[in-house]
Each structure stands twice: as structure tokens, then as C-alpha cells.
């Protein structure tokens, strides 16, 4: 199936560069993030897929040392995310993140779910309380959790964790949400069921999702970028990436041959 | 190379089990001894002071009679001067080590602060005694009292709650503290609602660790003056004190004490004889009250714990 | 093409001995179609025996050569050029199968002309001649398959309109032919099927060759969109 129409821009990598401390690990990206499309990021180990994605909440300025050039732009208010007038914090506010293995906090599943909510000062009990179960039910989790919403987080299995994750990050209603590396700690059952919720949630929230998995990547995305050695080498439609790439690097990579 | 017949393998395996075993009852041997001398010294203790176990004997002042002396004023005295050292140490030290953990900048005042620390834990207890009557008792006129000798504890055992809490935050993973900080959270939210809840368990042992080893410190609390000869007891808060007057909340901070480890030196320093009885079963109780701390603190890790996984 | 090798060897000797498969098979076809054009021609009626046999073995290649296709996809999942040459691979042995059917009516046509007693006219003469250029189209499809080059290809669809219109002329002398004389219209509607069965493997041999483009461009040229009326 050919997408028809022209989605609108979520956000929006111009001349993006970024460095380790003297190390550059993204080398001039640009690439547009569709509205309410999912798009993949591929490539091989250190290819700086997963860097790439962290710069879009800001993970980096966690840590010292590390540099940004360049902007993201989000939209529709056309935001620089890097902008050093931008406080990291209301970035990460807008945009929501999964990580690669599933981190519940050792808390009850309630309050991992309302810890985005509780930290933007919401303590009211009954939206905490509606606001929980919509974003266990997007996540679709709210079935196997409604009677043990009190019991610890760390005894669910770890698709369950990683939903559950993915409601936390939703329970406050991001605007883009960032996937990194989702389900390479699942089983290929729980790996289906993320698979079947990124479809999902892609009817309200963008999403960009970093994947080792080439054929992962087939199934759920819209688009997709093939990255090698922190450059954007191909960005385009998934289907045509997958069965027509244009430029032979991302050809070897997804037909798995030597470098 | 022939490969080795049934036999042969055999023989490995039989030469290789030999040296397990020699280096197992090695272990055990080391084990063993050390285990002997402890349960030496406090059997050795127990059986000394056997006659001195009575309830007289905790309920009583000291006296120059050695069957009428008692520890009261020692162990409680030991008592609240934890307590202060607790009150003061915890606060200091797990603020300094979160922040050391969390919000220090990686440079080289942060490196040399680091290391010095590690060396604090070094110095001996003596020269915090020096210090501290210097700065406490004189400087600040605390005095003789029970809050010079628990800053002066909090002090020396500040390294050890501060390494504690280090310890205790970099065990939880980055991914925990990413997943609150990928959520909207600030540096303060994180800390108060993740990074201190789950290395509680970790600074609870480093603290109860600190205490433990306060409690038997003798030398630091000879230095500012500590008496060695006390028949009563701090003024309990509301109470009535001399002259009619009410005693106030904190006024016990500033009353001069003993503590445990200072009685039984003065009882061991004493020509009497009996006063050895007394200075071991003192001993056994000082010891038991370590124990039990320790105690204590296994059981809370294992309790708090029991809730933080990842 | 990609001429690298993958990181599975064994990948790679599964793809060859897949692409070797479909060469053989499309060599067996030709047989066919070539041994069905001489016995046209000479009335050399033992062949068809001979014929119809290899499209036993052209059917039982077609069968294996699907299902290696299906075990390469739920093993190796397939990307990008390697997608494309398993699923070309799996429409070009139809149409070469499908090819190998024709031949087969031909055969059978001979078959019932020569056994009728009955020599093609000299309006049947045209039948070879076009029959030997679908040969050349489908030798130069699978040509054009074994070197993944699409200009080749791209001159076997061309070469398919002249086929189809001299199918077309021969349709038209035979017609008027059977309207001269009406003893001859058996043998004339015979000859018909069989030019209808040469003018059908030219067909194939186009569908190969577009195959092959797509294999090798990614470019699906099966219908162009018609050219938008004013």
C-alpha cells in the first residue's frame, strides 16, 4: 500500500550534529518526523540511532560533556528542542520515552503510571485515578492489572513492565513518544504485543522508534532511516526501503551483507 | 595430541578434587580461628562477669564499690550521645553524598573533595577529639556535654555515611533515573522520590555501621572531657530540675555524661579486682548492644529491600 | 545487482541454487517450445510424446522451485533486491510453466493435423516465423534473468508488439483463406490455435522480462497507466 497524502511535521532534525566530548557521534542530520506516523531508525551497533533518539528529550544533558549542534525543530509551535533557552525538562514534558529494557520504577503499578502526573503536581485523587486507568487501557494492560493496582511493579512479567512503561509515558498525554529498542529484551509474544500497540497508539501520538530488528521495523513503521556511522545515509517510506532502497549502504545493511 | 583414555581422566579429576579439598580446609582452618578468638573473647567476658547480671547492675550509678556499681549513666549516656550523632551525621552526610552523586559537576574540586573524604575516614579518632575540643567545647562553649561528644561522633563517623550513601546511589541503575527524569521530573523530584527511598536500604547499613562503630569510641570522648565518674542522669525534658526550675526539651544535650566504653576503661584502670568483674560484664553489654545494632540493620536492609528490584 | 555476499554463505547458495533452478527450467521450456516448432514444421509427430513429457518435468521444477521460494522467505525474511529476486522468481516460473503449456498445444495441434493427413497451407508458413521469434523473446528473457540486466529486458517487451501483430496478419490470411476454400478451415482453425499458443508464449516471455526489471529496478512496469486523453 502506497501512503497518499502528505502528513504534517511533528518535528524536524536541521543540520544536527552532536559530540561525546571531542567524538562526534551524529554527523549533519536532517530528517522530518510526521505527525502521528511511526517512523523506524535502523543500522547497525553504534551507528548513533539511539543517540540520535536522545537528543529529542534531551537525555544527553543528563550527562557532562555532551554537546549539540544544530536544531530540532517541534511543532506546530515550531520550538527548537535544542535550543539553550529551552528548559530540558518541559521538553521531556511533551515528549515521552520507552526504553530499550523495561524500567518500572519499584513502586506499585499505580504509582509508576501516576509518577508523570504526581511530578507535574497533579495529587488529586480522582483524576490520578482516571487518568491512570486511560493510560493503562492505551497501553493495553488495564485488563491484566485492574485488580492488583497496588502490587508491585517488578512482579509482572517484563511485557507487562514494558507496557507498563508505555502507559507511564502516556499517562500524561506526550506528543511524541520515543521508543528505544522496545522489545529487545521480550519474548517474540510480548515483542507481538508492543508491535500491536505502536499500531495503536500511532492513531493519537507520533512515534520514533529506534530498532535493532530489521523486520520489526517493516511491520511497524511508516518511514524509516537507515543511519550508519552517526550519518543519516537513506530516509524515506518504509515500504519503499525495504523493497527499493536507494543507495546501495542501506541495500546491504537490510539484505544482511558484509560492510 | 592422543586423546586421554577413561583412566587418565580419572586421574585429573582425582588430582584436581585433592586441591579443592586442600584449599577447603585452608578456609575452613582461617574461618575457624577467627571465629574462636571471638567467641573466646565474649564467653571470656560472659563468664567473668556472670555475677554481675543483675538488673542492680543496670539500674545502678557508678560507685566506689565494685559490687554496687552500675552502667546506668554509661548506657544511657551512650544513648542520647547517638542520638545526636545520629541527628547529625544522617542529614549531613546522606545531603553531602547525594549531592556528591547527583548534582556535582564531574571536575577537579569534585575529585579532590573525593578523595579527601576517603582520607577523612582514615584519620585517627584521635585528632577529632582534638579538634572537637577545640571547636565544640571551646569555640562553641558546648561544653563537656552530650552534644560536644555526639558532633564529635557525627563527625568521625560522617565519612562513612557519606561513602554509605555514595555506595547506596550508584547501585540503582541509570535506566531508573532516566525513567523519572524521561517523565518531566526535575533533579530534586528524582532524588525524592527514587534515588533516596532506594538506597534507604544502603544508607541505613553505612549509618548503623557508623553508629556502631561510634558507640565503642573511647579516645575522641576522653579528649573533650568526658567524666568518668557520674551519679545521675541528664535532665529529662518537662521534668522537674534543681531549684525548682523545669527542666526544657533540649536541656539534656547540654548535661555532662559518660558513656559505656569510658566506664569500663575506668573500671579496668582501677587497682580493685572486682572492678574487672564489672568491666566485663559491662563489656558483654557494650558488645551486645554492637551486636544488636548490627542486628537491626540486617534486618531493615533485608526488609526494605525486599520491595527494590530491577 | 548487489554482487556482495551475504553474511550467511548459506544464504547465498540458497539464492543461486534457486536462480540456477529457474535457468534450467526456462532451458527446458525452450526445448519444448523449439522441438514443437520443427515438429510443426517437418511433421515430425514422434516428438510430441517427447514434448509432453518434459512438461511433466517443467511442472514438477515449477512446484519445487515454489516451494524453495517459500522456505527462503520464512527463513531469511528477504529485503530490498533479495525480496525482489524471490518474489520475481516465484511469476517467472509461472509464466515459464504456463509457456511450456503452449508448447504443448502445439504439439497437440501438430499432432491432430498431421494425423488428419493434412499439411499446413503455405498461409501456415507464417506460424514458424513468428513462433521462432517467441523463442528468441523468451531465450532472451531468461538471457536477461541470468545477467539481471534490465535493457534486455526492456527489448523483449518491445519485441512483443511485432509479435502480436504479425499474430494478428496471420489471423487475417487464415480467415480469408478458410473463406476462399471451406475444405480447409479444419486445418486453418488448428493452425489458429497454434499461432494463438505462439503469440501466448511471447506473452510469457514479456511477463519474464518484466520480471526481470522489476528484480533488477524495482520498477513494476506491468501496466503503465494509460496516457491521459485530452
Redesign the interface.
Known amino acids: 500500500m502506497q501512503i497518499q497524502d502528505t502528513p504534517s511535521l511533528k518535528a524536524e532534525a536541521r543540520n544536527l550534529n552532536f559530540f561525546y566530548g571531542e567524538n562526534k557521534a551524529l554527523k549533519n542530520i536532517n530528517m522530518p518526523v510526521y505527525d502521528k506516523k511511526v517512523t523506524a531508525l535502523i543500522g547497525p551497533s553504534g551507528c548513533g540511532k539511539s543517540t540520535y533518539l536522545r537528543s529529542f528529550n534531551r537525555m544527553h544533558d543528563l550527562y557532562p560533556g555532551n554537546r549539540y549542534e544544530g536544531e530540532i525543530r517541534f511543532f506546530p509551535d515550531n520550538t527548537n528542542l535544542l535550543g539553550a533557552d529551552v528548559d530540558p525538562i518541559e521538553v521531556r514534558m511533551r515528549i515521552g520515552m520507552v526504553f530499550q529494557k523495561p524500567n518500572p520504577f519499584p513502586k506499585s503499578i499505580f504509582e509508576n503510571v501516576a509518577y508523570g502526573l504526581r511530578v507535574r503536581g497533579e495529587n488529586n485523587k480522582r483524576t490520578l485515578d482516571d487518568k491512570v486507568e486511560h493510560a493503562l487501557k492505551g497501553a493495553a494492560i488495564w485488563d491484566e492489572v485492574k485488580d492488583r493496582l497496588s502490587e508491585l511493579a517488578s512482579n509482572l512479567s517484563g511485557g507487562q513492565q514494558q507496557r507498563l512503561c508505555i502507559a507511564r509515558a502516556l499517562a500524561t498525554d506526550p506528543e511524541l513518544l520515543l521508543f528505544d529498542e522496545p522489545t529487545s529484551a521480550l519474548d517474540p509474544i510480548a515483542t507481538g504485543a508492543i508491535e500491536e500497540l505502536v499500531h495503536e497508539l500511532k492513531k493519537r501520538v507520533t512515534i520514533l522508534i529506534v530498532t535493532h530488528n530489521m523486520q520489526q521495523a517493516a511491520r511497524v513503521s511508516d518511514y524509516t532511516a537507515y543511519m550508519f556511522l552517526g550519518e543519516m545515509i537513506e530516509f524515506g517510506k518504509t515500504d519503499e526501503i525495504f523493497i527499493k532502497p536507494k543507495d546501495k549502504r542501506t541495500e546491504d545493511y537490510i539484505t544482511g551483507r558484509m560492510g | 595430541m592422543k586423546p586421554l583414555t577413561t583412566e587418565e581422566i580419572r586421574l585429573v579429576i582425582a588430582k584436581g578434587k585433592f586441591r579443592d579439598n586442600v584449599f577447603k580446609a585452608t578456609g575452613i582452618f582461617c574461618l575457624a580461628l577467627a571465629l574462636v578468638v571471638i567467641v573466646a573473647l565474649i564467653a571470656d567476658m560472659v563468664i567473668k562477669g556472670s555475677e554481675r547480671f543483675t538488673l542492680d547492675f543496670f539500674f545502678n550509678f557508678a560507685s566506689r564499690r565494685a559490687t554496687q556499681a552500675g552502667i546506668l549513666s554509661a548506657w544511657v549516656g551512650s544513648l542520647l550521645v547517638m542520638f545526636v550523632t545520629a541527628m547529625a551525621a544522617v542529614p549531613l552526610g546522606v545531603a553531602a553524598g547525594l549531592y556528591l552523586e547527583e548534582y556535582a ?2 571536575n577537579w574540586i569534585t575529585h579532590v573533595i573525593e578523595i579527601n573524604i576517603t582520607n577523612l575516614a582514615a584519620v585517627p579518632s584521635i585528632v577529632y577529639g582534638l579538634l572537637a575540643l577545640g571547636i565544640f567545647v571551646y569555640q562553641f562553649g558546648f561544653g563537656q556535654s552530650i552534644l560536644s561528644a555526639g558532633l564529635t561522633l557525627a563527625l568521625l563517623i560522617l565519612p562513612i555515611i557519606i561513602v554509605a550513601t555514595r555506595e547506596a546511589i550508584r547501585s540503582i ?1 541509570a ?12 533533579r530534586w ?1 528524582t532524588c525524592r ?2 534515588i533516596i527511598p ?1 538506597a534507604m536500604p544502603g544508607i541505613l547499613t553505612g549509618v548503623i555501621i557508623g553508629l556502631a562503630r561510634a558507640i565503642g569510641e573511647t579516645a575522641p570522648i576522653i579528649t573533650i572531657g568526658a567524666l568518668t565518674f557520674i551519679a545521675f542522669l541528664p535532665p529529662v525534658p518537662f521534668t522537674a530540675a534543681d531549684a525548682g526550675t523545669t527542666a526544657g526539651l533540649f536541656d539534656w544535650i547540654f548535661s555532662p555524661f559518660t558513656v559505656m566504653p569510658i566506664q569500663i576503661f575506668n573500671w579496668t584502670s582501677r587497682p580493685d579486682p572486682q572492678f574487672e568483674i564489672n568491666a566485663a560484664a559491662a563489656g558483654f553489654v557494650l558488645m551486645a548492644m554492637v551486636l544488636s545494632m548490627n542486628a537491626v540493620a540486617i534486618y531493615l536492609r533485608y526488609k526494605m529491600r525486599k ?4 | 545487482m548487489n554482487e556482495k555476499s551475504h553474511l550467511s554463505s548459506q544464504f547465498d547458495e540458497d539464492l543461486n541454487g534457486l536462480r540456477s533452478h529457474v535457468l534450467q527450467m526456462g532451458g527446458l521450456v525452450e526445448t519444448q517450445i523449439s522441438s514443437a516448432i520443427e515438429a510443426y514444421s517437418k511433421g515430425e509427430v514422434s516428438s510430441v510424446k517427447h514434448i509432453v513429457e518434459t512438461d511433466r518435468k517443467v511442472n514438477d521444477l515449477e512446484i519445487a522451485i515454489d516451494d524453495d521460494c517459500a522456505h527462503l522467505i520464512a527463513k531469511r525474511q528477504p529485503a530490498a533486491s533479495d525480496l525482489r529476486l524471490v518474489f520475481g522468481i516465484s511469476k517467472i516460473v509461472t509464466d515459464l510453466e504456463r509457456a511450456g503449456d503452449e508448447a504443448k498445444k502445439i504439439a497437440k495441434g501438430v499432432r491432430r493435423i498431421y494425423e488428419a493427413g493434412q499439411m499446413p497451407s503455405q498461409y501456415g508458413i507464417g506460424v514458424r516465423h513468428i513462433a521462432e521469434a517467441a523463442l528468441a523473446m523468451l531465450r532472451q528473457a531468461l538471457d536477461a534473468f541470468a545477467r539481471l540486466d534490465a535493457e534486455t529486458a526492456l527489448k523483449v517487451i518491445q519485441a512483443d508488439v511485432d509479435v502480436d501483430t504479425e499474430f494478428k496478419s496471420i489471423m487475417r490470411q487464415l480467415i480469408t483463406h478458410m473463406m476462399e476454400d471451406p475444405r480447409t478451415i479444419t486445418t486453418s482453425i488448428d493452425i489458429i490455435w497454434i499461432a494463438r499458443a505462439v503469440e501466448r508464449i511471447g506473452d510469457h516471455a514479456k511477463n519474464v522480462a518484466e520480471h526481470v526489471v522489476f528484480i533488477s529496478e524495482g520498477r513494476d512496469i506491468r501496466h503503465p497507466p494509460k496516457e491521459s486523453k485530452a
Do not use: C, D, F, L
Open positions: 559537576k564531574r541503575p535506566m531508573i533515573r532516566e525513567g523519572s527524569m524521561a517523565v518531566g521530573a526535575t523530584q522520590y527514587h532506594y520491595n527494590i528490584k530491577w
